[in-house]
């Protein structure tokens, strides 16, 4: 069983930059891979970002180059910063975790409100 916990969020001006945090609890953090996901009102959750055990990143068309996915086994931590805010950011952003080789996201977060303002 593996719990997170994200912090970080906020309300920032558009072209602002926020961390947001995921710390998790468990000895195995660094087998399993990380993701960050987003929701806004109204909408579907969207992928963000990804990071495997081994450190490879995907991220979504959306986020490419703005922000940027990071792990720190030691800390059982994952990290997600984000640059050049855009209005359009503004969503819950959840944590997920998922053991090595499972296609879907076993863990989650109970999500950390980010709100851009124009």
């Known amino acids: 069983q593996v719990q997170l916990v994200e912090s970080g969020g906020g309300l920032v001006q558009a072209g602002g930059s926020l961390r947001l945090s995921c710390a998790a609890s468990?000895?195995?953090?660094?087998?399993?891979?990380m993701g960050w996901f987003r929701q806004a009102p109204g909408k579907e959750r969207d992928f963000v970002a990804s990071?495997?055990?081994?450190?490879?990143?995907y991220y979504g068309d959306s986020v490419k180059g703005r922000f940027t996915i990071s792990r720190d086994n030691a800390k059982n931590t994952v990290y997600l910063q984000m640059n050049s805010l855009k209005p359009e950011d503004t969503a819950v952003y959840y944590c997920a975790a998922k053991n090595s080789g499972e296609s879907s996201y076993r863990y989650w977060g109970q999500g950390t409100q980010v709100t851009v303002s124009s």
């Open positions: 468990g000895r195995t953090f660094s087998s399993y891979s």
């Open positions: 990071i495997t055990w081994r450190g490879i990143t």
